[in-house]
T-cell receptor, first 115, second 108 residues
Framework: KAGVTQTPRYLIKTRGQQVTLSCSPISGHRSVSWYQQTPGQGLQFLFEYFSETQRNKGNFPGRFSGRQFSNSRSEMNVSTLELGDSALYLC??????????????FGPGTRLTVT | GQSLEQPSEVTAVEGAIVQINCTYQTSGFYGLSWYQQHDGGAPTFLSYNALDGLEETGRFSSFLSRSDSYGYLLLQELQMKDSASYFCAGYNTDKLIFGTGTRLQVFP
């Protein structure tokens, strides 16, 4: 089985711009979560989607949004980028039917740099 | 709020045993997970404790005490490849809340 894939792997944007990141989960996984990782704040939960519905949201401003498609692929969008949004954005998928929803499989991440 | 605290760094030598602690201040966690992340890599799942007690998976064991809001990851027979960051994570209703992370350095 192919792992979780994320595109692009690296991205440089300017303050005020917006960005869209993409995540393809492991085949059969319908739950997709997004995390932001920074040296200062660690790994922080952004949101989780299941069957195209956002079920959980972390403590991030409304500039951060996401969606999930019928094939379970997910995108996250950050609008009006700020310098502090520079981070590694990780996507993770899990299978609820496996009985192990706590076992999340992470993609390699998208390294976003805001200048 | 929910928070999970870990020591920032731990060092050990090859072949030794090391314990990485995780204390949390929250309620409602279904269980505690542990993830490993090598520099430049993605976090990978190591173990999960749904119940109090010890779970063993090869060289790694994980322990949970809900009454003490405390857990730990025990790594035995350390190898150089174990040098990485380790995160505890509380699992609660389809989301993981990660701890502050512990960087483990293994020396020859």
């Amino acid at each position: 089985k192919a792992g979780v894939t994320q595109t692009p792997r690296y991205l440089i944007k300017t303050r005020g711009q917006q960005v869209t990141l993409s995540c393809s989960p492991i085949s059969g996984h319908r739950s997709v979560s997004w995390y932001q990782q920074t040296p200062g704040q660690g790994l922080q939960f952004l949101f989780e989607y299941f069957s195209e519905t956002q079920r959980n949201k972390g403590n991030f401003p409304g500039r951060f949004s996401g969606r999930q498609f019928s094939n379970s692929r997910s995108e996250m969008n950050v609008s009006t980028l700020e310098l502090g949004d520079s981070a590694l954005y990780l996507c993770a998928s899990s299978s609820l039917s496996s009985g192990r929803p706590y076992e999340q499989y992470f993609g390699p991440g998208t390294r976003l740099t805001v200048t | 709020g929910q928070s999970l605290e870990q020591p920032s760094e731990v060092t050990a030598v090859e072949g030794a045993i090391v314990q990485i602690n995780c204390t949390y201040q929250t309620s409602g966690f279904y269980g505690l997970s542990w993830y490993q992340q090598h520099d430049g890599g993605a976090p990978t799942f190591l173990s999960y404790n749904a119940l109090d007690g010890l779970e063993e998976t090869g060289r790694f064991s994980s322990f949970l005490s809900r009454s003490d809001s405390y857990g730990y990851l025990l790594l035995q027979e350390l190898q150089m490849k174990d040098s990485a960051s380790y995160f505890c994570a509380g699992y609660n209703t389809d989301k993981l809340i990660f701890g502050t992370g512990t960087r483990l350095q293994v020396f020859p």
